[in-house]
T-cell receptor, first 113, second 109 residues
């Protein structure tokens, strides 16, 4: 089934550790996004990529980095995890950055202790 | 940035109608979206409005008034499977999509 695959599904991480959340899509979408979802705050944009080779900062980019080496993959890295980064992370994609219909992955639940 | 407000929770009876309101303030406007998210699952796209008026799609309808910064999602003939969170999202002038905190709808028998 075509769509977005995220890994890991769930992870418990010690503070200070480095962590990469993987995201792969097979829809050949140009735009990809990383959101975090916290209770009462909704989905907040961390980073985005309008096309392979380009990335941009969203609403809450501090402590996170991304890369977009090709169309399909958009990994999110926490260089040194902190407890406030405990959240559910959703990767999403859209056909282009002008299109607002996003397709979401199933999410990665990250707990930083 | 965007300021998007929607009620936190709503409860309704199976077969009834529920209206979820969303108000927003944004720098530029390029569309309003509604997403559905069941507990523990990913959000899925429901509807899109860019012009004023009502868009109907089966049991779900979405309305937009750009001058008032207001939208609503109308769910008719409620079913138990409609119990979920409904997310209002606004696309600003820079085409970035910002989400409200979501409205949790509980459908009771």
């Amino acid at each position: 089934i075509a769509g977005i695959t995220q890994a890991p599904t769930s992870q418990i991480l010690a503070a200070g550790r480095r962590m990469t959340l993987r995201c792969t899509q097979d829809m050949r979408h140009n735009a990809m996004y990383w959101y975090r979802q916290d209770l009462g705050l909704g989905l907040r944009l961390i980073h985005y990529s309008n096309t392979a080779g380009t990335t941009g900062k969203g609403e809450v980019p501090d402590g996170y980095s991304v890369s977009r080496a090709n169309t399909d993959d958009f990994p999110l890295t926490l260089a040194s995890a902190v407890p406030s980064q405990t959240s559910v992370y959703f990767c999403a994609s859209s056909d282009s950055w002008e299109v607002g219909e996003l397709f979401f992955g199933e999410g990665s639940r990250l707990t930083v202790l | 940035g965007q300021n998007i407000d929607q009620p936190t929770e709503m409860t309704a009876t199976e077969g009834a109608i529920v209206q979820i309101n969303c108000t927003y303030q944004t720098s530029g406007f390029n569309g309003l979206f509604w997403y559905q998210q069941h507990a523990g699952e990913a959000p899925t796209f429901l509807s899109y409005n860019v012009l004023d008026g009502l868009e109907e799609k089966g049991r779900f309808s979405s309305f937009l008034s750009r001058s008032k910064g207001y939208s609503y999602l109308l769910l008719k003939e409620l079913q138990m499977k409609d119990s979920a969170s409904y997310l209002c999202a606004v696309r600003a002038g820079d085409y970035k999509l910002s989400f409200g905190a979501g409205t949790t709808v509980t459908v009771r028998a």
